[in-house]
């Protein structure tokens, strides 16, 4: 398995910034009323050389940098920007857990290979956020949940971490305790107390020293994450917003008519999984040789379950993408969305 944290860097603050250019270069605080009682959502880095932080009272903020601009969240206008980035993301790797507006889990293993392949594709993730919308993000690839989340915040902001499969616990062992997920204040104090400062030292725990200082389950699993074995997989969304079939091919296509054809073997499979549903929105995606990838689409007034009506939209968005950008292509695809159940007429 192959898996990547991302995490979107100053995810609020960062939006405040691209809708008001002129913040970037100040100590940026989205959060509450700094004269009450409100905390720091998140802040910029430029706030952050004052050691403001997610969590801290407005107030705090405000006595460690009395020029700091205070703005209160604008959640509709975040998960604007939130459902624009993880659209992009699943252009490049389709099979996501979003775990918040600004961060979630990428199964980089269903396009890649290796890790080598992996870093490739981690790399063409932040270039289409980038591209998309302005925003950067830190991603950390591992073999497990528990690494990548820790590797992603290691090289903040728009940094990439890749931790090979085997060196899981090499890499998590110099980390303070706190930075494992699961290791709560109490926990924490527990661990210390004992003299348990970093990551390392949980991972050797013995079974009785754990079940002296971390009874029960939670024990046991703290330090399996410690040693880097994290058995959890994605919890993905039952909602279906979309139909899709795609294919990758042992080797770069350029012929358009073989392209053609596999859209319409792609198409068929589409039309057969909507199964009494229709959809307005045929898209057709492309990704090529170096990962970066292509979309294009077009709705129709009225939703289609026609396999052939498909073939022939995805094709001429097929058109559309090469008119863009020429070349071979390793992976084709179609999806249809704007879902909707199908409706029979009745013979009156």
Not at 285 to 299: A, C, E, G, M, Q
Request: overall charge neutral; glycine content about 8%.
């Amino acid at each position: 398995m192959i898996l990547a944290h991302l995490d979107l860097d100053a995810f609020f603050a960062a939006v405040e910034e691209l809708e008001a250019p002129e913040l970037k270069t100040k100590p940026l605080v989205v959060g509450g009323d700094p004269h009450g009682r409100g905390v720091v959502a998140t802040a910029n880095y430029v706030a952050r050389r004052y050691g403001i932080h997610s969590a801290m009272s407005c107030a705090e903020a405000l006595r460690r940098c009395p020029q700091a601009v205070f703005l209160r969240p604008r959640h509709r206008l975040y998960k604007e920007y939130s459902r624009a980035v993880w659209d992009t993301v699943r252009e490049v790797v389709p099979t996501v857990e979003r775990t918040g507006m600004d961060e979630g889990y990428l199964d980089v293993g269903e396009v890649a290979p290796d890790f080598a392949r992996a870093r490739v594709v981690a790399e063409a993730v932040q270039a289409a956020v980038r591209g998309a919308t302005s925003l950067t993000c830190a991603l950390g690839v591992a073999s497990c949940k528990v690494v990548a989340k820790i590797a992603s915040d290691r090289r903040k902001p728009g940094g990439l971490t890749v931790v090979p499969a085997g060196r899981e616990a090499e890499f998590l062992a110099p980390f303070d305790v706190r930075r494992l997920p699961g290791v709560g204040p109490r926990a924490e104090e527990r661990l210390r107390r004992a003299g348990i400062e970093t990551i390392g030292d949980l991972a050797a725990l013995t079974d009785d020293a754990l079940r002296g200082l971390l009874p029960g389950k939670v024990g046991k699993v703290l330090r399996d994450r410690a040693r880097g074995n994290d058995p959890r997989e994605l919890e993905l969304s039952s909602e279906t917003v979309s139909i899709s079939a795609e294919e990758t091919f042992p080797r770069d296509v350029v012929e358009v008519e073989r392209l053609q054809e596999e859209l319409r073997r792609l198409s068929e499979l589409v039309a057969e999984r909507l199964a009494g549903q229709t959809g307005r929105t045929v898209t057709t995606k492309v990704r090529y040789p170096d990962f970066s990838i292509r979309s294009r689409s077009t709705s129709l007034p009225v939703g289609t379950d026609d396999a052939e009506r498909i073939w022939e939209l995805a094709c001429a968005c097929l058109d559309r993408a090469l008119a863009d950008r020429p070349g071979a292509l390793r992976l084709v695809g179609v999806a249809v969305s704007g879902l909707e159940a199908h409706r029979q007429l009745e013979l009156v």
